[in-house]
Every structure is written in C-alpha cells, then in structure tokens.
C-alpha cells in the first residue's frame, strides 16, 4: 500500500509539472481510492507497476486522486476535484478503487474501469478515452 501512496504522490507532483509547462490537459484521469479498500489493496502494486507508466507517458493526461483513506486525504483530493471541476461527479460517485477518465474542457466521462479489471481492460477504457477525446 505504501508503494501505491508513493505512486500516486509521484504521480500528482507530474501532474503539477505539467501544469508548469502550461500543457493543457486532454483528458483527466481520476483515481478513487482508500488505504482500507480491499480492491486497492489486492491490485495496487499491479496498478502502479503495469497500468501507471502508460498513462503518465502521455503528456495530455491529467492524473488525479480522490484519497478516501481519512478526513484529512479526502479534505486534500477536495481542493484538486474542485480546482478540476470534477468534484460534483466524485461527491456522486465515491467507490474506491476505480479509475474514471474524463474530457479536460467539457468534464463528459470519456469511460471507466475498476482497478479488479484485467490489464487489458484497464488499457481499453484508457483508449477509448483517447479517441474520444
């Protein structure tokens, strides 16, 4: 679990540098979890090692976490969702461990996946979002 906090930490600093460099996003990525999901937990590591380095590569995606671990992470994730413009569909949607992919200018969910999917699952609901972005 510590390694998937690690990740995502990682994952959110990218995500800042890329605002830095005045990239604008295509696509946000939002990833619902808990350090007390079960589902996280089981797929975790498998998500940071094999389904993370896919999405970073791509400098038009926008990663970011909905942490429902806690009054304090889910007070943090608050201040990014809102700043996104997302946080209305995560107030509606609070199950952990899913990951939601969204358009940047219009906040339509592109498509959706659950961290228990397959890899390949995983990378379809990504491409999907690509190609209708």
């Keep these: ?6 990740a995502l930490v990682l994952v959110m600093s990218f995500s800042f540098t890329a605002k830095a460099q005045k990239i604008q996003p295509k696509i946000i990525a939002l990833l619902t979890k808990a350090s007390w999901c079960v ?22 995606v926008q990663i970011l976490l909905n942490d429902l671990s806690d009054k304090k992470t889910t007070a943090m994730s608050r201040k990014a969702l809102q700043k996104a413009d997302i946080y209305d569909f995560a107030e509606q949607n609070p199950a952990t461990g899913m990951l939601y992919f969204f358009n940047a200018d ?7 996946a659950s961290l228990s ?17």
Excluded: H, W
């Excluded at 679990?1 to 690690?6: D, P, V």
């Excluded at 089981?42 to 400098?59: C, H, L, S, V, Y």
């Excluded at 999917?117 to 972005?133: H, P, R, T, V, W």
């Design 39 to 60: 589902v996280c937990q089981a797929n975790g590591q498998r998500f940071t090692k094999d389904i993370m380095p896919m999405i970073q590569e791509n400098k038009e």
């Design 1 to 6: 679990m510590k390694q998937l906090i690690c």
């Design 106 to 112: 219009t906040k339509k969910r592109l498509s959706s």
């Design 117 to 133: 999917d397959s890899n390949e699952e995983i990378e379809k609901a990504y491409q999907k979002a690509l190609k209708k972005s």
